[in-house]
Each structure stands twice: as structure tokens, then as C-alpha cells.
């Protein structure tokens, strides 16, 4: 019996219409990733603005924005459905875009992960008793990930010859027995060190972006709309762990309040119906609130309020 290999997303595309998005000029389909960014992501549309509602049983999660269409699908491929324009838009890591060699627009970097705002980094990993100690040590071995492509540019760049394979998973544990050393997606390095890996070098940093088709940014509608998503997703991040304080403080004691904040700009300043107070409101970071309210207090502030940001747009 033969088997026909399954077609390719160009061959499903040009054979099968229903694989090409609604054609509908005032909506955009987006993808999101589905897997360990997926609640940050919905955290993060929240703040911007966007309530999505997920389903357990669909890959089809609901927007309270007529105008966005959401589909979920693995980061990993992401990139390659954007570029033949089955997605509008997605958000994908930079490394995936890498790895599938996607012809995409980049809208803008969006620099969070599923742990923090730290990128994440594709690193080679090899047990910490091995005699691997530099990139020229690989030659000949074996070598487990699921990024083959970033691995063999790294190899290649060293002008060493290694065997790649790709990993479906639980890549980790394959060090030593299946695999002499692992290329590997980390952002705190804990499940490398339990283990007992350490790395070896760091191939790519990686942030999350927001990209869409070539012909998605040439169409009017669509990149004003990709551009206000953009512009509301950014003002999201900018106000994390930020707060804005407000406060009322005498003429007299002006100069010493305003000394105390460390704002990312000067304190606006309000006249009050008392013609010697003024209202002050500024931006802080959340962790240092607590060490200078009390200063602030003791400089001869009053009415103190500490109001939570969901989005700062410069």
C-alpha cells in the first residue's frame, strides 16, 4: 500500500479555498498562541482593552471587539499561516519567525513571557559531567531540539558538522543517554539545572511580536487596525508594576514632596480651590510605594491615593 504525504500548506491553499480567511474587509483574523503564553496573553489584552473569552473546547475564543476575529494556535507555527495569509496577524515569538524562514511584517515587539518581561533564550545545554566545553566540541555528536534549523545555523556558523534531530518534547531528559547535548528553550534555566544540564552557549534571544502578512499591511483598514492594537498592547506593558500616586500638598512643602518621587516625569501639578494647596499626580514604580508614602506623609502630603495603571500611552 502507499501512502500520499499529507500536502502542503501552499498546495492546501491554492487547492482549497475554505483554507483562505473571510474575506471580510473590516475584520482581522488574529492569532494567539496556544500553550504556556496563552494566559499572559489574555492577561495582556485585558489590560489593553480586549476581554477574550476562552473556551476548553475550542480553538476559537470569543472577543468582545467585532472587529478581531481570534484563532489559537501553537506559537511554533504561527509565522507560517500569517505568511500565506490564512491569518491576518499573530502573535509569535521572534525565534519561530527564525526557525520557519517566514516572509512576514514585524508590527512591533511585545516583550513578555509566561514567568516575566525577560526574553527567553534558545540555549545548548549538555550534562554537567560532560567534556563537551565549546561549540568546536559538538562535532559528530547528537543533538535533540525542536528548533532544527537555529541549530544547524549555530553549527554551521562554527563550521561544525553534529547530527540534529528534532525533539517532540521532554527534550531535557534525553541528556546523556539518547543525545550527547540538547538545544533548548529557557527563560529562568530551572528545569535545565534539575536536570543536570548546564549551558553551554546562548544561540537567540527571543520576544514575543505581533506580525501579519505582507498584504494585511498594505490594506488600509487593516494596519490602522493592527497599528491601535499595537499602540493599546505596548501602553499595556508600559504601565506593568507602575502606579499613579495622587496627593495634596501646601505651596510650602511643594519643593520638599516633589523631591521625595522619583517620577518618570515631573509631577503635574494642579492649583486647588484653596488658593495655597495644589494637587500633585505622578508615576512610580509599585515596589518602591511602600518606602516613600511615609515620607511623603512625613513632608507634609495629605489625601494620598495609589491608583493601579492598566495602560500608559506616551
Known sequence: MQYRSRPSLHERKNENPRYMPDSNPH????????????????????????????????YVPRCDDPELEIRLLRAQEMSRYVELG??????????????NGSNVHRVCELTYAKQGRNPVRWVVAVPKDSDIHSAKDLEGKRIATEAVGIAKSYLDTHGVTADVEFSWGATEVK??????????????GNSLRANNLRILDTILESNTQLICSNAAWTNEWKRKKLEQISMLLIGALSAENKVLLKLNVQDCNIKAVVDILP???????????????????????????REIIPKLKAAGAEGIIELSLNKMIP
Not at 498562541?33 to 480586549?50: D, V, W
Not at 490564512?86 to 526557525?99: C, F, R, S, Y
Request: proline share 5%.
Open 263 to 289: 517620577s518618570l516625569h515631573a509631577p503635574t501639578l494642579n492649583s486647588l480651590s484653596e488658593c495655597d494647596w495644589h494637587s500633585v499626580e505622578t508615576v512610580v514604580e509599585e515596589d518602591i510605594v
Open 175 to 188: 541528556a546523556p543517554e539518547l543525545v550527547d547535548a540538547i538545544v533548548e528553550l529557557t527563560e529562568t
Open 86 to 99: 490564512m491569518l491576518d496577524a499573530g502573535l509569535t515569538g521572534h525565534d519561530w519567525i527564525v526557525e
Open 27 to 58: 475584520q482581522l483574523i488574529l492569532g494567539l498562541p496556544k500553550g504556556s503564553l496563552e494566559e499572559a496573553t489574555y492577561e495582556l489584552f485585558g489590560k489593553a482593552g480586549f476581554k477574550i473569552k476562552p473556551s476548553s473546547r475550542s
